[in-house]
Nanobody
Framework: QVQLVESGGGLVQSGGSLRLSCAAS????????MGWFRQAPGKEREFVAA????????NVADSVKGRFTISRDNAKNTVFLQMNSLKPEDTAIYYC????????????????WGQGTQVTVSS
């Protein structure tokens, strides 16, 4: 099994930035499409962004497009989510997820999930 561990969450003021990291176990990280989801209290889990195995293709949700950027470093088995211009509505638990050989445009059912990291944006 692949284990995913998120880090980098915290409390930030509106307009600020955070960079989330997700460290993955295993020797085949470069065969996994990776992505991020988030879930706010009382809301359904929401897709945020995904990145292909090589990092050549990305998919970013309209709600965060232009503010969030997803990237990966396969040499370090790590995927990142750079979050800029944060808004209070971005407050949620952010989950890292992965699935082997999947399109970034069809990433609704990942096989592996991290425990999540809390992001809180204050006014």
């Amino acid at each position: 099994q692949v284990q995913l561990v998120e880090s980098g969450g915290g409390l930030v003021q509106s307009g600020g930035s955070l960079r989330l990291s997700c460290a993955a176990s295993g020797r085949t990280f470069n065969t996994y499409t990776m992505g991020w989801f988030r879930q706010a209290p009382g809301k359904e889990r929401e897709f945020v962004a995904a990145i292909s195995e090589s990092g050549s293709r990305i998919n970013v949700a309209d709600s965060v497009k232009g503010r969030f950027t997803i990237s990966r470093d396969n040499a370090k088995n790590t995927v990142f989510l750079q979050m800029n211009s944060l808004k209070p509505e971005d407050t949620a638990i952010y989950y890292c997820a992965g699935k082997q050989w999947r399109s970034v445009f069809s990433f609704n059912t990942p096989d592996y999930w991290g425990q999540g990291t809390q992001v809180t944006v204050s006014s």
